[in-house]
């Protein structure tokens, strides 16, 4: 059953529906606004249960969206090759069953989140190679045992690995 009506939308502005009847419910983001050389896309009715996304080499421009983080059934995000800019958002800490994540090759600056390395619990692979990071390298969780390539290019990072 779809429901649509605004007395049953959530307060985040999601549609639900209940998938067969074996609940729970599932979440569709309303819109997610990409926005590429000065065009912009947008993307409508993006179910929130995607285990996979990858925008890699597709010159987005721009932070990455806080609202990935919203996806937290995701396995896999690779947003690698692109120019994004700013720091990494805390906000996916709330992909908590990712697996892999690589942000590799964009012109991300700032720290690596503590949060992140805190709710990243399943993680087996990173990659945040050739970016502008500083700091330490969090050394909590599996955070310390990627592999060095996982950070390199990032001339302002310290610690191990």
Same mark, same amino acid.
């Given at each position: 059953?779809?429901?649509?009506?605004?007395?049953?939308?959530?307060?985040?502005?999601?549609?639900?529906?209940?998938?067969?009847?074996?609940?729970?419910?599932?979440?569709?983001?309303?819109?997610?606004?990409?926005?590429?050389?000065?065009?912009?896309?947008?993307?409508?009715?993006?179910?929130?249960?995607?285990?996979?996304?990858?925008?890699?080499?597709?010159?987005?421009?721009?932070?990455?969206?806080?609202?990935?983080?919203? /996806?937290?059934? #995701?396995?896999? +995000? &690779? $947003? !690698?090759? =692109?120019?994004?800019? *700013? %720091?990494? @958002?805390?906000?996916?800490?709330?992909?908590?069953?990712?697996?892999?994540?690589?942000?590799?090759?964009?012109?991300?600056?700032?720290?690596?989140?503590?949060?992140?390395?805190?709710? /990243?619990?399943? #993680?087996?692979? +990173? &990659? $945040? !190679?050739? =970016?502008?990071?500083? *700091? %330490?390298? @969090?050394?909590?969780?599996?955070?310390?045992?990627?592999?060095?390539?996982?950070?390199?290019?990032?001339?302002?990072?310290?610690?191990?690995?």
């Amino acid at each position: 059953m779809i429901t649509g009506d605004d007395e049953d939308q959530t307060e985040l502005n999601y549609l639900q529906f209940d998938f067969y009847g074996l609940g729970p419910y599932y979440y569709y983001l309303d819109t997610l606004t990409i926005v590429s050389k000065n065009l912009e896309l947008e993307l409508v009715k993006i179910l929130t249960i995607l285990t996979y996304i990858d925008f890699s080499c597709n010159n987005l421009v721009g932070p990455i969206p806080e609202e990935l983080g919203a /996806l937290k059934l #995701l396995y896999g +995000l &690779n $947003l !690698s090759n =692109n120019v994004f800019t *700013g %720091r990494i @958002p805390s906000s996916l800490r709330k992909l908590s069953h990712l697996e892999s994540l690589d942000l590799s090759r964009n012109e991300l600056t700032g720290e690596i989140p503590l949060q992140l390395a805190d709710g /990243l619990i399943f #993680l087996s692979v +990173l &990659n $945040l !190679s050739f =970016n502008r990071l500083f *700091g %330490r390298i @969090p050394l909590i969780k599996q955070f310390s045992t990627f592999p060095e390539t996982s950070y390199e290019g990032n001339q302002g990072l310290c610690g191990l690995p």
